[in-house]
């Protein structure tokens, strides 16, 4: 019997495993524990004031802007290769933020259910998440092959003409990722 379940159990799971990333299954789980240090850097900088944060349970990808002058292309340049080919798809993010402040997870499925009321989706979103600003969304992060460099996208939505979003650029120095002083071209947007 034992068996039998163990088998079914196996059986039911194969479809989630053959394409992790295809509109009926879940995508890939992001794992990437210096990925979770960099967010836990960043993201305090978003809305200190709330009581807590919601994050985009998926991974977002913002299209890559970083033109670093050619004396910090060696050390940003394969951070910045890294990040295109990691948001080449997208990411199931993990609970692992180490945050100060509470935070939830939205999918996109209920982003979209929300919204398809256009700019009245505000109003249900906050009846939905009071005590939130809005959400944040996260690209997967670009690291160099040592990873102590990391480049990384983070947006916010917070109203019909309230939101940003921008690339930072970080490196790890004495076991805590900083903002990387460079020179260059970067984009960013805000409404």
Known sequence: MLLRV????IFLSLPYQSNP???NNLPTPYVIPEAYEVYSTIIPSVWPWVKTLLIRSETETYNMCLRPEKQYEGRIGPAISDY???????WLLQRD????????????DELKSIFEQGIEGWKTFHQKHPGTEGWI?????GFNDDKTIA???????????CGGGEFHVLQKKDGKW????????SCSWAS
Request: hydrophobic share 35%; net charge neutral; proline share 8%.
């Open 151 to 161: 480049v990384v996208y983070m947006g916010y939505h917070c109203g019909i003409l």
């Open 84 to 90: 295109v080919k990691q948001n080449q798809k997208t």
């Open 6 to 9: 163990i088998s079914l159990l």
């Open 97 to 108: 933020l180490r945050i100060d402040k509470p935070y939830e997870t939205i999918t996109p």
């Open 137 to 141: 969304e996260l690209s997967a992060v």
């Open 21 to 23: 990333t295809s509109p």
């Open 178 to 185: 900083i903002p990387l002083e460079w020179r260059g071209e």
